[in-house]
């Protein structure tokens, strides 16, 4: 990989790492990449086992430790969990077990929401393992918000749609109408897109919901978060040369091509795809904790 | 697990296995379980990394190799292949790898359609994996139908509808619209349902259709065949018992419960799930061709 770090311990020259279940993380990576302009960027995409959303919360602790995992063995000097239900239920332990700063989306995505909100209710849409972890709606508790002004859907089939792209079709209006009548008639005055792929289906959403009604994804506030943290650990990347995007899958999806470039807004030129062993490698290398051996990480290859 | 078979080369009282991606295969599951009322089957759903038809050959593949290697390191005398895209794609390299007799779905479907048919057109319908590998198409061909009586299509949101429980819903309806308007137009008089999860939208296809098109799906023709296999091989079980059911998942999904019991016609009372760790060792332990290595298999536990 032309963005591997060869020293063991990641400086401001490493690129950061980002992953997500998917494709959905691209929309991460895009708002990255217009805030930290000079900053190299490797993406991983857990395209073999998507989607995590309907899925356990252990069986998504345990791939979000390999995909986290691999990233740190390529020496990144972060990694951005770009996907909210790996967010929800494996932040904590990636925190404990990753020796670089580990960032989610569900916090920047809350902070984003009460900075939107005109006083009125914030609505929260996602996958089901996201939205029954109720971490946003904890989160908005936690910063005051009384509960009777926050309300959540499930909207399963948004991500199928959107790997689909279909967007703009009447099957997607459709499931619009269908997930988010309740949350309308609770007259929202912010909704927050707590899936990252659903501002693929900003579109859909507004014209439903109406423009009153404020549309709320973490990607730039997650941005900001990331450069705040690279700046306190001094480990931005100065210098002129524009950064580098680099592309793992695990999988490389029939319809690859298409749904990528829809998600990142350009082609994607280049990417390197994993096998299972790889991953299998990735999760047993981090260690149960933040002892010496969660730093020992293999030469980038 | 009540199912296991201790002894080493398994006999006429080993279960049958089956697989699938996830709980579709449950539907082939319930036929032969009707036509085989004695047999004991043990049941794999690779529900933490559901779906495959979307994903590429080789993961299918590699996924396969590890659902069948569980199977038989559980004891099980045959392995069916409960998932239309892991027959696809992974059918021979199972039969090359496995110590037992592995069956897959599409030779049944295609065999079931051309007994079905009464002249005409023949569709076949499935995930881009199913029909983005032409075997059923090469199936009918090779069984002399010309490619102009032979139509295909993809209905990748087919599946995520089906484990939403939205059979019979606007956005069923819609989508059957969507995906079959090109086969009905083309005057079919069968359609292969080439896909584990595609009879719980039959109501919704055949109301499309109309009554003129006869649906066809493989579970009973299979059953019928695994039949013939077991007695072929010797490896019936006689005996006045009842055969039991037994359930293995890599991941208990949210929906579960109600999912399963869709699938299966009845509640599934007893689930045991298996780690990634489980996984990774069932396809190790299968080796690479029919040698020595490839009947090891580790006690049941």
Redesign the interface.
Known sequence: MALADSTRVPGPDAPIGVFDSGLGGLTVLRALHERLPTEDLLYFGD???VPYG???E??VR??AR?DAGLLVARGVKMVVVACNTASAFALAHLSDVLPVPVLGVIEPGVRAALAATRGGTIGVIGT??TI?SGRYQQGLEAAGLPAERIRAAEC??F???V??G?GGH??AT??VA?YLRPLRDAGLDTLILGCTHYPLLAADIGAYLGPQVRLVDSAESLASAACVALADAGLLRSGPRAGRLGFIL??????FAEIGARFLGKPIDDVESV??DEM?EA?HALGSGRTADARIRKDPS
């Open positions: 395209t073999a086992r309907t899925k356990g252990k069986t345990a791939f390999q089901s393992g029954r399963p089939l991500v199928p749609l790997e689909e279909l009447a099957l459709l499931a269908e695990s999988d490389i999806p029939w319809k096998g299972l299998e999760g």
